[in-house]
């Protein structure tokens, strides 16, 4: 099923909630929507699922317009970050409840509930309540009882927020891999970018209710559009300097006061047609701890991140550049650092449009 | 417990707290349930002069509470004596409590130090209240004479040389007749002088050789110790320190529970036997000549009491206060659930000034109303068919009435509950394929059970025992309730048998403590049902 979304607006009373927002997403597609909290991921959703009535704009499953058509018409299955189990029904309950409203005869529903029982690895907690199961059961119950119904479409609201760190890791991998087997389109709200660089195909990133960029990871990683998705994407994130781009016969500089650093040439020749301040972006892999590196820096803070050391270092007052490197030259803070920078996939921004200079 | 002797040690290798115990010297130990004793005893006497210093300055600051102050002058000199009263024992408490630490793995020693602590502590109290004059060193009025009673009199057996009464010309031998004009005893005299101010004179009637002659003598201050308070003391004390080093910690909240609840079990027990005799005296039933018995069953005749026209039959009141208590019950929950419902989850103009309104009404007493109410429901038995059910004078109308007083509570309680589901689950439902009334009934409902019968009983038993409403719409018999049975029994014409009304009180009672039995887990144990799954 494809989803399409055109000019989408959410108000409640006077607050935007959602803001113009467009996007087509491909029949069997796996979709993230990615942004700070408050920015109108959720919301989008619940519109898609009919929870919302959109203040302006449509909404379309291939070439219906649903706007109006109600939740259980939509044939939709959702995941909630709660669960939201029904917590006086049976595991068993729970699950058929979806096919006891559709009033699919007493014998399929047994044997449906039991197939994606099956399938979620939780056929042997059919007769308890949710407040026997764990975390991780729960989830799956509440993802058996959203595939139950055959839907058209999967939508999950931040689902694996509550779990502990590797459980979430493994249910990522599992709920990919229902997605892509059963192939049904899904969209999955999440606030945590590894989650959706990992998972979706394509990922829009939203912030303020305004759809900030719509692209494949890759694509948001190595060619941001704009600074937020530059600075919101990547863990640790983006370094931005304010430097100016000078041209010295065939080779180009990136000039402030604590650095000079040659750049490429047909990154540093669109920096240099746009002329003045520009923004670098260099990301903290790029930059190594090096003695044949050009740049000083006083290291500012150190935090330990197992792999690597997370170096906060400072050049001079303006310029401060965050550095992963390698715990065992353990460093500490005021030790004096020269860093070299491979400028090969550096990023460059309008400073006041806040626009790339290099993809557009 | 196993208890450790020197001779034979252990297997079991010692905890950091028995190695620490082992290592410390008995002087040590002593010193130290010394110290924590003295430091109780500090605080006490510290709450003492907290009310001897409060008690004037309470007493003299504000003018408005009048001139008679007698009650907070008597309250803070009754407080701080009660800490002077309390204080010595409280030591020899804290001399055995101080070790109960010690007495888990060594009880012989444990004791040994705790007796040695508290006869030092004791020794020590003693010796305070000698300085200060308090406790059995107190001063008590004296006429510093010896007496007893014969069959003549009050028979002076000796005066102390010097003493008051020496002074007064009493001596050994005189025979006492009166207190001024009034014929005494040795017991009424020793009362008399205990009860007298220090200074005061007490005339005594005194009859010498047939001659008869008052003479006032002053009562003075004496400190009259004997040993027996002394060692009486100090054992008391000893027991007191060996009770609270083995007493089980476990069964203090009880005691004071079972202390606490004392008051309210006598009612009860008075209440169940009142209903069974034909009057009681305290607690025990008496005949008429005030001996013990007079069982009877005569206060539960009204049991099989046929009705008559101007007296109901309990039974037609009972179904009457069940109908009525049933029907509110019913109405209460249907209505209140639903506007909980919206008032939860919809957003509508006038939803904040709605909710502001029925607190106000939660508010508002009833009997403000009931004239208002009055005419409403006269209007409403002009209805046709309708008026005859929820008319005045109907079961119907008065549960109608008692419904609107019981509403504010019920809707803001039902909102509550479902505010407390997350709405996911509601979403939840709504994508499943419920409707907006199935997702109501089938997924709100069930969590909030415990709300529902919360509030079920609530409706129930305040129906069951309600008075003014009842009282006030109900004319005649037709529709009387309990209550207003009892009131009928209270009349001022004739004289009231009041243990019949205990037992009408009490038949009326057994309901509601039987609903109480099952429901009071639900009344108790309100809880935010299901995020993750709780239930």
């Known amino acids: 099923m494809k989803i399409v979304l055109e000019n989408l607006t959410k108000k409640f009373g006077t607050v935007v909630g959602v803001d113009d927002i467009s996007l087509t997403i491909e029949d069997g597609e796996f979709v993230a929507f990615l942004g700070p909290s408050g920015c109108g991921k959720t919301t989008t959703l619940l519109m898609i699922a009919g929870i919302y009535r959109p203040t302006a704009g449509i909404i379309r499953f291939d070439d219906r317009v649903i706007n109006q058509v109600p939740p259980r018409d939509r044939n939709i299955g959702m995941v909630f970050q709660s669960y939201a189990l029904y917590p006086h029904m049976t595991v068993f309950g729970n699950i058929a409840y979806p096919l006891k409203l559709k009033k699919v005869p007493k014998e399929e529903q047994a044997e449906r509930v039991r197939e994606v029982a099956a399938k979620m690895g939780i056929a042997n907690l059919l007769d308890r309540r949710p407040a026997q199961l764990s975390g991780g059961q729960q989830q799956r119950v509440a993802l058996g009882r959203a595939l139950v119904k055959q839907p058209d479409v999967l939508l999950f609201d931040e689902p694996l927020s509550n779990l502990d760190a590797r459980l979430r890791l493994s249910m990522r991998g599992e709920i990919r891999h229902l997605q892509k087997e059963l192939g049904i389109t899904a969209v999955y709200v999440t606030h945590d970018q590894v989650e959706a660089m990992t998972m979706a195909d394509r990922i829009a990133v939203m912030n303020l209710g305004k759809l900030q960029a719509f692209d494949t990871p890759d694509d948001l990683y190595d060619r941001p559009k704009t600074l937020f998705i530059a600075g919101f994407v990547g863990n640790p994130p983006m370094n931005f300097l304010e430097v100016e781009v000078q041209r010295e016969g065939d080779t180009f500089y990136a000039v402030n006061s604590a650095l000079r650093v040659p750049v490429p040439a047909e990154r540093g020749e669109a920096a240099a047609r746009h002329g003045g301040q520009v923004i670098m972006g260099i990301r903290p892999e790029d930059i190594t701890i090096s003695e044949t590196g050009t740049v000083r820096g006083e290291v500012f803070v150190v935090e330990p991140l197992g792999r690597d050391d997370l170096l906060d270092v400072h050049l001079d007052a303006a310029n401060r550049l965050s550095v992963l490197a390698d715990p065992a030259v353990h460093l500490r803070a005021g030790d004096t650092v020269t860093l070299a920078l491979d400028t090969r996939k550096v990023q460059f921004f309008d400073p006041q449009t806040e626009l790339s200079l290099l993809w557009r | 417990m196993a208890t450790f002797t020197s001779s034979a040690p252990t297997q079991r290798p010692l905890t950091s707290q028995e190695y620490r115990y082992r290592q410390a010297e008995t002087g040590e130990l002593v010193g130290q349930a010394i110290f924590t004793a003295l430091v109780v005893v500090l605080f006490f006497e510290l709450g003492v002069v907290l009310f001897k210093v409060l008690g004037p300055l309470i007493q003299s600051s504000p003018r408005f509470w009048g001139s008679d102050l007698k009650v907070d002058e008597t309250l803070t000199r009754a407080l701080a004596n009660a800490l002077t009263l309390l204080a010595p024992f409280a030591a020899y408490v804290t001399c055995g409590a101080r070790l109960r630490e010690l007495a888990a793995f060594d009880r012989r020693r444990a004791v040994r130090v705790a007796l040695a602590a508290t006869i030092i502590v004791y020794v020590l109290v003693t010796m305070g209240q000698y300085v200060f004059q308090v406790g059995p060193f ?158 009877t069953l005569r206060n539960w005749e009204f049991l099989t009491r046929p009705g008559t026209s101007s007296y109901p039959s309990i039974w037609r009141i009972t179904l009457n206060t069940l ?61 046709p068919v309708l008026g005859d059910y929820f008319g005045f004078n109907t079961r119907g109308g008065i549960a109608l009435v008692m419904v609107a007083f019981e509403m504010p509570l019920g809707v803001w309680l039902m909102k509550g509950f479902f505010d407390n589901i997350p709405w996911d689950m509601e979403r939840s439902a709504l994508i499943d394929g419920a409707s907006r009334w199935r997702t109501f009934w089938e997924i709100l409902l069930p969590q909030i059970r415990p709300g529902i019968l919360a509030l079920g009983t609530f409706a129930f038993i305040s129906g069951w025992g309600a008075y003014l409403i009842p009282q006030t719409y109900s004319v005649g018999t037709r529709t009387a309730t309990l209550a207003v049975y009892i009131t009928q029994l209270t009349g001022d014409t004739a004289p009231v048998n009041w243990n019949e009304v205990a037992a009408v009180g009490l038949y009326q009672m057994i309901p509601v403590f039987i609903i109480f039995i099952f429901a009071q887990e639900y009344l108790l144990n309100i809880y935010a049902g299901g995020t993750k799954g709780t239930s």
């Not at chain 2, 006032?216 to 003391?233: F, N, R, Y």
């Not at chain 2, 009142?274 to 008496?286: C, K, M, W």
Request: without cysteine.
């Open chain 2, 138 to 295: 107190a001063e008590k009025p004296s006429l510093e004479m010896s007496f007893r009673q014969t069959d003549e009199g009050v028979l002076v057996t000796g005066v102390v040389p010097g003493g008051t009464a020496d002074r007064a010309g009493i001596k050994a031998g005189d025979l006492i007749v009166a207190i001024g004009r009034a014929p005494t005893t040795a017991d009424e005299l020793k009362e008399k002088i205990a009860l007298a101010k220090f200074e005061s004179k007490i005339g005594l009637r005194v009859s010498r050789d047939g001659q008869e002659e008052l003479m006032p003598v002053e009562v003075v201050p004496v400190m009259e110790i004997g040993l027996a308070p002394l060692v009486g003391g100090l054992i008391l004390a000893l027991i007191l320190a060996v009770i609270a080093l083995f007493w089980p910690g476990g069964l203090t909240p009880y005691v004071l529970m079972v202390v606490i609840m004392i008051p309210l079990l006598v009612g009860y027990l008075w209440l169940i036997v009142a209903t069974f005799s034909y009057r009681t005296e305290g607690l025990l039933p008496v005949d008429a000549s005030g001996n013990f018995g007079g069982f």
């Open chain 2, 323 to 383: 109908v009525i208590a049933s029907l509110m019950a019913i109405i209460v929950l249907t209505v209140s659930s639903m506007a909980g419902y919206a008032l939860s989850r919809m957003n509508f103009p006038g939803r904040r000034a709605f909710l502001s309104l029925t607190l106000i009404l939660h508010g508002f007493p009833a009997v403000t109303l009931l004239i208002a109410i009055f005419f409403i429901l006269r209007n409403i038995g002009k209805v």
